[in-house]
């Protein structure tokens, strides 16, 4: 994985070296560290949910903040509030990414930290230009980028690499945890109902409301495997998928293949409203090795079981298809 990331960060910086950015006269000092941040998830995302303590929290007198977003959908009232709280919020859908790169440096920053690595819409490739003195990654993609550009990757000591090579940026620590969830990723209040589902129903409900593509063969099998073990459980899929037939079906064979019959799989179609139905599970099980965040870390509450795999960068595994 990370010499894959490599390959695709040399070739990304043979590129930007035809293209090199404009650099103005440095700025006049005013005391203030000038950080940016830059990421097409500051709206109802869970990386925005994450980060949402850094934009609360931060020391006015001390930093300038900057945030760059080429989100392609409607601004939302995340997007809103986080544009409220920073110096400036740079939003160009359509831009692309030498010039979104000279934007960045044209603010003129101590600091960029991207939040989204590869995922979609993040535009990593402006981080190869270089458009400030120092670059990290950190939040939304737990992994190498590949690019020499970024200096460090912001961990935990949980989320450390086990053994060297696995970065090629160098590791910035934090002390106890990697990121903070504050109370505006729980703007849908649910209780916590009493008693549990296994007593309501006289069987045990697993489920689980992580996003297919974290799914692999191996892993719904062992699920699968857990469900076997408690005579008369069930499975909830908590997804907007599971209004597909194939999406069922998928699954259900997999399921089969360990002795668990159709009629013991629930599917629940819904999409951000998946809160509600942890009361309907006993135990809420996350994927592996491609774990979830938000799911698990907005579960508190409920029971809900991980896996070491959530401490180490990763990558997901094949997906079920959905269609």
């Not at 992994?143 to 200096?151: C, F, N, Q």
């Amino acid at each position: 994985m990370v010499h894959q990331h490599r390959i695709w960060g040399e070739l990304m910086e043979a590129v930007v070296a035809r293209r090199p950015l404009t650099y103005t006269a440095p700025r006049a000092p005013n005391g203030k560290i000038r950080v940016g941040f830059m990421s097409s998830d500051l709206r109802a995302h869970p990386v925005a949910y994450f980060s949402l303590p850094l934009f609360e929290h931060y020391d006015r007198d001390k930093f300038e903040v900057y945030c760059y977003s080429y989100y392609t959908g409607q601004e939302d009232p995340t997007q809103k509030r986080i544009a409220g709280m920073v110096e400036g919020f740079r939003w160009n859908p359509e831009i692309n990414d030498r010039d979104a790169a000279q934007v960045i440096a044209n603010d003129q920053l101590d600091m960029l930290i991207e939040l989204g690595g590869s995922t979609h819409m993040n535009k990593i490739t402006v981080m190869a230009y270089k458009p400030a003195p120092i670059q990290a990654s950190w939040l939304g993609y737990p992994h190498s980028a590949g690019l020499k550009a970024i200096d460090y990757l912001i961990v935990d000591p949980f989320m450390l690499p086990e053994r060297e090579g696995l970065l090629i940026e160098k590791p910035l620590v934090l002390p106890h945890g990697w990121f903070a969830l504050s109370a505006g990723a729980f703007n849908e209040r649910v209780a916590v109902q009493n008693p549990a589902p296994v007593a309501r129903n006289g069987y045990v409900t697993f489920g689980t409301a992580n996003n297919p593509y974290k799914y692999s063969r191996d892993m719904v099998r062992t699920w699968a495997k857990v469900v076997a073990q408690v005579p008369n459980s069930q499975f909830m899929f908590v997804r907007p998928e599971g209004g597909s037939e194939s999406f069922r079906n998928n699954l259900a064979a997999i399921f089969a293949e360990e002795g668990v019959s159709a009629d013991r799989l629930r599917f629940e179609a819904v999409r951000g409203a998946h809160l509600p139905f942890y009361n309907e599970m006993d135990i809420s099980l996350d994927s592996f090795p491609r774990p979830a965040a938000p799911p698990p870390a907005r579960a508190c509450g409920w029971v809900c079981l991980s896996s070491p795999w959530w401490a180490r960068p990763c990558s997901s595994g094949s997906a079920i298809p959905a269609s």
